[in-house]
């Protein structure tokens, strides 16, 4: 059988790590490549950026950052989409107050590091409490956020505070879509989730439980066996 392309688009300061899990558990079923998301600061540029990269078909998922860059990947090129999984993300604008909280972020990446906020502000933020003291887990959201550095944080926060609201988008979306994310997540809860859904004529979702907001580190079975089902319904066209 013909694997499937599989474009993933990781969130704010991770990499391909985020994804290494599903990488290997749906290697039979599908060619999974992780594409790059903080080489610009603008959602349009990035999104062109993908697509001038990617197959003329192809699945695409994003979690978090790389859900909303999805939906600008949609935007411009619907046709190209044989499925879509939206993990963990938000289709709704930013408001002031997320606004506000991503610049003082900023500010404290650039004053104490990246280490030093994620560790206090964002990690505490991402995971299910009790995935707190999984030291492994943690290093690796710490270590990909060192890779990939301060000015890819300063492009995703310009990025995802001018995002449009895709709401509007949803209900034009026909391909199989999986919306996704963690019970516990409470950066992108499952009220955000049930609002995709169902605007989305196509969406089946899934809410896993004893999960924060990095749901493919967090409880990778759950979330491999979820996209595992989303890569076998058949395109609509």
């Known amino acids: 059988m013909e694997r499937i392309p599989l474009l993933l688009l990781p969130g704010t300061l991770c990499d391909a790590r985020l994804w290494r899990h599903q990488q290997q558990a749906l290697a039979d079923l599908a060619a999974a490549v992780v594409m790059p998301v903080g080489t610009d600061s603008s959602l349009g540029a990035l999104a ?62 650039a004053e104490r590091g990246l280490e030093t906020l994620l560790r206090e502000k964002l990690i505490p933020a991402y995971l299910f409490p009790a995935h707190l003291a999984n030291d492994e887990l943690v290093q690796t959201i710490v270590d990909m956020a060192l890779d990939s550095g301060i000015d890819v944080f300063k492009n995703q926060v310009q990025a ?22 963690g019970r516990q997540d409470g950066l992108c809860p499952p009220d955000r989730h049930e609002e995709m859904a169902a605007r989305i004529p196509n969406a089946n979702l899934c809410i896993v439980e004893n999960c924060g907001h990095l749901s493919t ?21």
């Open 48 to 109: 062109e950026n993908i697509l001038r990269q990617a197959p003329p078909r192809f699945a695409l998922a994003g979690l978090s950052f790389g859900g909303i860059l999805a939906f600008e990947i949609l935007r411009r090129a619907p046709q190209r989409i044989s499925h879509l999984a939206l993990l963990d993300t938000n289709a709704r604008a930013d408001t002031s107050v997320g606004t506000e909280a991503k610049r003082e972020q900023l500010e404290l990446a």
């Open 160 to 181: 995802v505070v001018e995002r449009p609201d895709s709401l509007g988008d949803l209900a034009g979306i026909h391909c199989p879509t999986l919306v996704l994310c």
């Open 217 to 237: 580190l967090e409880q990778p079975a759950a979330v491999n066996a979820a996209l595992r089902e989303w890569l076998t319904r058949k395109p609509l066209r």
